[in-house]
């Protein structure tokens, strides 16, 4: 049957199995948003209130479904406000195809109205892009971006598309998507080496990252894990592979993990790296990181092997299958007496902190006070910062696919997006959105999509009135010089909650925060909670960037 370019694009949406996208409209889209409307009972658009909120969106989506998040955005600046939330999936892994519209195939190269080349500036932050110059062209493309984006070590696919090509008309037949599958590349005999390894080490570890969630391979990793009786660490985008309730879980590894993870790296003697691919802020030293032990290493990217940490073996392939692999290949093991020394340390390297006064709330206590509230299955977003680390050290995820963060770039304005497109995703899930007034400020304009679709997020503003982070790292390693890190903003964050129409609450210390939290958790509308913490909370244990455990920081003066 004949289509239009931008009918084209909605039935190979559907083809793939997309019924959400998110975006915002814009002259060179204007044939791609009318083709919208026409499959507007098949396929649901959130409508953002900038771009980079819809690309955090469709980020979010994905992170907690696991299905490829889609996001368009206009030509010039609607496609460059979506590079941030492109860079941020493709640092994390997160399967993701971008639609930007461009100027007429003959206006292109012609500095026209609104136009850039996105393709150029996005380069280095997608798996592949592509501009599509010829109708005839574009469902073959759309199909392979979305091959590309999920397939082997998943990421960001961008699609550029003049707006000729979007009204141009063509034939077009549908397909049947190709299943993907991801083949193991280690011969039996990598399997056999390596469970030989295992089968020597008197003090193994696990070390878990992202890649365990990004496969679903958490199954896998929690039945090679019970057979060897091996203690399993994760790396902050790992959290929720490995229930945090498990017998053999010590929590999270690297700069603000825990005493015990630290001392683990140092002393034993083997390390199973499983989608992971130690980066600085886990492997501080990397000459000292596991000097006393060998590492095999399991990923589906051979680009990681070797780059930042020597390894010892290495297993190539889907997680699911790799794991599967070298579970049969391994024997039953006791390693009861090294778990035991793990769980002594992390008594003796306990950081116990307490507010500076009654006119404050604890982080460490409202997020507990969350938990409480909370289901294993409910989701909670993040932005970056101190309230990011606290909520990684204290809030026990059991499944995975409920925590999402920005890991990689560590992008301060994620969390609005991110809280929108968990909701958008999971209309039956409490989603809890920790935030920092840092972060908030930076994409508070999206409390406009929260309140327009009227999704159930419960937004917490660990509200210290200053950078905490960067205000941390100025009083341990520039000499307390506060450049720049209390900017004095006098925002009331009730009262804006309540100007977009939301419900504003306010947390001023722990005596009413159970109280504040119970309401907030009661109500199926989105809410904003104001929560007072002193701009003197930090974030400890901290390994200083560089070195190891043996420099960790428990206390400040």
């Known amino acids: 049957?004949?289509?239009?370019?931008?009918?084209?694009?909605?039935?190979?949406?559907?083809?793939?199995?997309?019924?959400?996208?998110?975006?915002?409209?814009?002259?060179?889209?204007?044939?791609?948003?009318?083709?919208?409307?026409?499959?507007?009972?098949?396929?649901?658009?959130?409508?953002?209130?900038?771009?980079?909120?819809?690309?955090?969106?469709?980020?979010?989506?994905?992170?907690?479904?696991?299905?490829?998040?889609?996001?368009?955005?206009?030509?010039?600046?609607?496609?460059?406000?979506?590079?941030?939330?492109?860079?941020?999936?493709?640092?994390?892994?997160?399967?993701?195809?971008?639609?930007?519209?461009?100027?007429?195939?003959?206006?292109?190269?012609?500095?026209?109205?609104?136009?850039?080349?996105?393709?150029?500036?996005?380069?280095?932050?997608?798996?592949?892009?592509?501009?599509?110059?010829?109708?005839?062209?574009?469902?073959?493309?759309?199909?392979?971006?979305?091959?590309?984006?999920?397939?082997?070590?998943?990421?960001?696919?961008?699609?550029?598309?003049?707006?000729?090509?979007?009204?141009?008309?063509?034939?077009?037949?549908?397909?049947?998507?190709?299943?993907?599958?991801?083949?193991?590349?280690?011969?039996?005999?990598?399997?056999?080496?390596?469970?030989?390894?295992?089968?020597?080490?008197?003090?193994?570890?696990?070390?878990?990252?992202?890649?365990?969630?990004?496969?679903?391979?958490?199954?896998?990793?929690?039945?090679?894990?019970?057979?060897?009786?091996?203690?399993?660490?994760?790396?902050?985008?790992?959290?929720?592979?490995?229930?945090?309730?498990?017998?053999?879980?010590?929590?999270?590894?690297?700069?603000?993990?825990?005493?015990?993870?630290?001392?683990?790296?140092?002393?034993?003697?083997?390390?199973?790296?499983?989608?992971?691919?130690?980066?600085?802020?886990?492997?501080?030293?990397?000459?000292?990181?596991?000097?006393?032990?060998k590492i095999i290493q399991l990923d589906i990217d051979r680009a990681e092997i070797n780059k930042n940490v020597k390894i010892d073996k290495y297993l190539l392939g889907d997680l699911k299958d790799t794991l599967s692999l070298l579970c049969d290949a391994c024997d039953k093991a006791d390693n009861s007496e090294w778990t035991a020394q793990l769980f002594e340390w992390a008594k003796k390297g306990e950081v116990t902190q307490t507010p500076d006064s009654e006119e404050y709330a604890h982080p460490y206590y409202v997020i507990e006070a969350v938990r409480e509230l909370t289901k294993d299955s409910d989701i909670v977003v993040t932005d970056v910062g101190q309230h990011q680390m606290w909520v990684s050290q204290k809030y026990r995820f059991e499944n995975p696919r409920t925590w999402c963060t920005s890991g990689g770039l560590g992008t301060m304005g994620y969390g609005m997006g991110a809280a929108i497109g968990s909701a958008v995703a999971h209309p039956d899930r409490r989603v809890v959105l920790f935030t920092g007034d840092g972060s908030f400020h930076m994409n508070l304009n999206e409390l406009a999509t929260v309140k327009s679709y009227n999704l159930p997020v419960t937004i917490i503003v660990m509200n210290n009135t200053v950078l905490g982070m960067v205000r941390q790292w100025q009083k341990l390693f520039y000499g307390r010089r506060f450049s720049q890190t209390d900017p004095h903003r006098a925002t009331d964050f009730v009262k804006l909650a309540e100007a977009f129409g939301v419900k504003g609450l306010r947390i001023h210390n722990d005596g009413d925060a159970k109280s504040v939290l119970a309401e907030a958790f009661s109500s199926t509308e989105p809410v904003v909670i104001d929560c007072r913490i002193s701009p003197d909370e930090n974030v400890l244990p901290m390994i200083p960037p560089g070195k190891t455990v043996d420099d960790m920081i428990t206390e400040m003066e």
């Open 1 to 293: 049957m004949k289509l239009n370019g931008s009918e084209i694009i909605a039935e190979c949406l559907l083809e793939q199995g997309v019924d959400t996208v998110f975006g915002y409209p814009g002259g060179a889209v204007l044939n791609i948003y009318d083709a919208l409307y026409k499959y507007s009972d098949r396929i649901t658009h959130i409508l953002s209130s900038h771009e980079q909120g819809a690309a955090h969106a469709a980020d979010g989506y994905a992170r907690t479904t696991g299905k490829c998040g889609v996001v368009i955005a206009t030509s010039g600046p609607g496609a460059t406000n979506l590079v941030t939330g492109i860079a941020t999936a493709y640092m994390d892994s997160i399967p993701l195809v971008a639609i930007t519209g461009n100027v007429t195939n003959d206006l292109l190269a012609r500095d026209s109205f609104q136009e850039v080349d996105i393709c150029g500036i996005t380069l280095p932050v997608t798996k592949h892009n592509f501009i599509v110059k010829d109708v005839k062209d574009l469902a073959n493309v759309i199909r392979k971006a979305f091959r590309i984006a999920m397939s082997g070590r998943k990421g960001p696919v961008l699609i550029d598309i003049p707006k000729d090509v979007t009204g141009a008309v063509c034939e077009y037949e549908a397909v049947v998507p190709e299943k993907i599958t991801n083949p193991v590349s280690s011969r039996e005999q990598d399997f056999a080496e390596a469970a030989e390894m295992i089968r020597n080490a008197k003090r193994p570890m696990i070390y878990m990252g992202g890649g365990v969630v990004s496969s679903d391979a958490e199954g896998q990793l929690l039945a090679l894990a019970e057979k060897i009786d091996c203690p399993v660490a994760s790396s902050v985008m790992g959290l929720g592979g490995f229930p945090a309730s498990h017998r053999l879980y010590i929590g999270t590894i690297g700069m603000h993990g825990g005493y015990e993870t630290g001392k683990a790296t140092d002393n034993c003697d083997l390390i199973i790296t499983v989608g992971a691919r130690f980066s600085d802020r886990v492997a501080g030293d990397r000459e000292k990181f596991g000097q006393a032990a």
